[in-house]
């Protein structure tokens, strides 16, 4: 392996991860991107990963294939809850039990292996849907536990979780990614993109992107179905 520092890039496809991977790489940093195939209902997010791979570069993307549809309870895995399609109350039904810890979880065991020194994720407490698992809280939690968790971190380097997003809102996250030479029409960020990676432009998902376009001045690459 190079003398660079490398990190592991949490990459779903959407918009957040990909302005993720475009800050890591911006920060000189040797870029992994994992991906996860969970039994989502989107997976058309899977295909745009490959395509913001392929625009930003990276020295590898991996996909993990791990059914949480077999635990269920979420909307993006379980076909039999409906996704809301108008703002609610409270941590929506799109929730994914345990999801950033279980993917988090996987990217550290990766990390180890890569000798990586972060692990990037486009975590946001801003302009988001309320999941506890993107709140700063949690990220800080899960840094102290992956020192005590890993060789690395015993020996006295820990990985270091980095959520450069987690106190942006969407426009700024969107502007940083235009600076930074992203196209967004490459993202797929819709709960229920079709296989093309059209979006509804309804959920929660597509209301917070349209919304944050609007407010950067920029405008939104999203096929609309």
């Not at 058309?44 to 020295?59: D, F, I, N, T, Y």
């Amino acid at each position: 392996m190079s003398d660079s520092k490398r990190a592991v890039v949490l990459l779903s496809g959407g918009l957040d991860s990909a302005t993720c991977l475009a800050i890591a790489r911006s920060q000189g940093y040797a870029c992994y991107a994992l991906s996860f195939h969970y039994g989502q209902r989107h997976d058309s997010e899977l295909a745009a990963a490959q395509r913001v791979v392929a625009a930003l570069g990276a020295e590898e993307l991996k996909t993990i294939h791990i059914n949480m549809g077999d635990i269920g309870g979420s909307a993006l895995t379980d076909p039999a809850i409906d996704v809301p399609e108008a703002p609610t109350e409270g941590i929506p039904v799109t929730y994914v039990p345990a999801r950033n810890t279980v993917f988090l979880s996987l990217a550290l065991g990766w990390a180890e292996v890569l000798d990586a020194d972060a692990i990037f994720i486009g975590v946001n407490a801003v302009d988001y849907s309320g999941y506890p698992d993107c709140r700063p809280e949690f990220i800080s939690a899960f840094e102290r536990l992956a020192t005590l968790a890993t060789k690395r971190g015993v020996e006295g380097h820990p990985i270091s979780i980095q959520a450069p997003l987690l106190k942006l809102s969407k426009a700024e996250i969107i502007q940083q990614g235009v600076a930074l030479g992203l196209d967004y029409g490459l993202t797929v960020s819709c709960y229920q993109a079709d296989h093309q990676g059209r979006a509804c432009g309804v959920c929660d998902s597509c209301r917070l992107r349209k919304e944050g376009f609007a407010q950067a001045g920029v405008a939104d690459p999203t096929p609309y179905r």
